[in-house]
């Protein structure tokens, strides 16, 4: 026993938390050289961006493990009884003091292997909307669209919903609603805002552009609702494509005398006015 208690007090001695301390420098060093290295290649060739997004999680991973073994087999040399005592210490520790940290190591791990998303994915989880920018070993960090970064524990993924909106594509399907006055020209409106979105810049024509249309009952009272779908070249040009549209379709629009829901009140009033003209004829 004073043999093992001896090896445990050996550990620590300066020149083994000196290599062990380098070590975890290092790889800090090269994960990060790795991470922007392979952030600058993706932004320089959008096709493979989200590719190499991949590649870089697992290359900090892999990192991780390599360092790992290094302290473990180099650092850490102790003999098989010491290495009970020194585990079972540990075990009994991370038991009770690292529960939760242990729980997001191995969700992150599998998050990896089932990948119910990736690196560079837009997601829905919880409030929360935007890209995934980090799967790491503890928290998965995902940035808004107002370019907040949120760190979300890895393990509330596997209990809770999360939704992927381009499953690993570079592309996604953007929806855009717009409204007009129920008595307006559909058609017309409907071609306007079909031609909007094929003839935007942002709009990946090889996926289909479809235009629904349908009658809503909104705050304004009824409404006739087209609403636009479309894929983006570029799942982060998505608030961009939104305000293409919204500008060109709204412009056009004006330019065409179609106008927005009414209210119940302003509907009979516009009713009773284009009435009016006709009932002043008859009488006169």
């Given at each position: 026993m004073d043999q093992d208690f001896g090896a445990l007090v050996r550990l620590f001695n300066p020149q083994r938390v000196a290599a062990a301390a380098t070590i975890l420098?290092?790889?800090?060093?090269?994960?990060?050289?790795?991470?922007?290295?392979?952030?600058?290649?993706?932004?320089g060739s959008p096709r493979y961006r989200l590719t190499l997004k991949?590649?870089?999680?697992?290359?900090?991973?892999?990192?991780?493990?390599?360092?790992?073994?290094?302290?473990?087999?180099?650092?850490?040399?102790?003999?098989?009884?010491?290495?009970?005592?020194?585990?079972?210490?540990?075990?009994?520790?991370?038991?009770?003091?690292l529960k939760d940290t242990a729980a997001s190591i191995i969700s992150g791990l599998l998050i990896l292997v089932d990948r119910p998303f990736q690196v560079g994915d837009r997601v829905s989880f919880d409030k929360y909307y935007g890209e995934i920018k980090e799967i790491g070993l503890r928290t998965v960090r995902l940035q808004t669209l107002d370019d907040n970064l949120v760190s979300i524990p890895t393990n509330k993924f596997l209990t809770d919903?999360?939704?992927?909106?381009?499953?690993?594509?570079l592309d996604m399907m953007v929806v855009v609603d717009f409204f007009i006055a129920i008595d307006a020209d559909f058609e017309r409106a409907?071609?306007?805002?079909?031609?909007?979105?094929?003839?935007?810049?942002?709009?990946?024509?090889?996926?289909?552009?479809?235009?629904?249309?349908?009658?809503?009952?909104?705050?304004?009272?009824?409404?006739?609702?087209?609403?636009?779908?479309?894929?983006?070249?570029?799942?982060?040009?998505?608030?961009?494509?939104?305000?293409?549209?919204?500008?060109?379709?709204?412009?056009?629009f004006r330019s065409d005398g179609i106008g927005p829901p009414f209210s119940q009140q302003r509907l009979e009033?516009?009713?009773?006015?284009?009435?009016?003209?006709?009932?002043?004829?008859?009488?006169?």
């Open positions: 420098i290092l790889s800090l060093i090269i994960s990060r050289l790795i991470t922007s290295t392979l952030d600058r290649l993706g932004e991949k590649l870089s999680t697992f290359a900090r991973f892999f990192v991780f493990i390599v360092a790992s073994y290094l302290v473990l087999t180099n650092v850490l040399v102790l003999g098989p009884e010491a290495w009970l005592a020194l585990g079972g210490t540990i075990a009994v520790t991370a038991g009770f003091a919903s999360v939704a992927s909106a381009n499953a690993g594509e409907k071609r306007i805002a079909y031609e909007a979105a094929v003839t935007s810049k942002y709009v990946y024509l090889e996926k289909p552009v479809v235009v629904h249309l349908s009658e809503e009952l909104t705050s304004a009272g009824y409404a006739t609702r087209l609403r636009v779908l479309s894929y983006v070249v570029d799942c982060r040009f998505e608030r961009r494509l939104v305000t293409d549209l919204t500008e060109r379709v709204k412009a056009a009033l516009r009713r009773d006015l284009s009435e009016a003209p006709h009932a002043a004829a008859t009488s006169a």
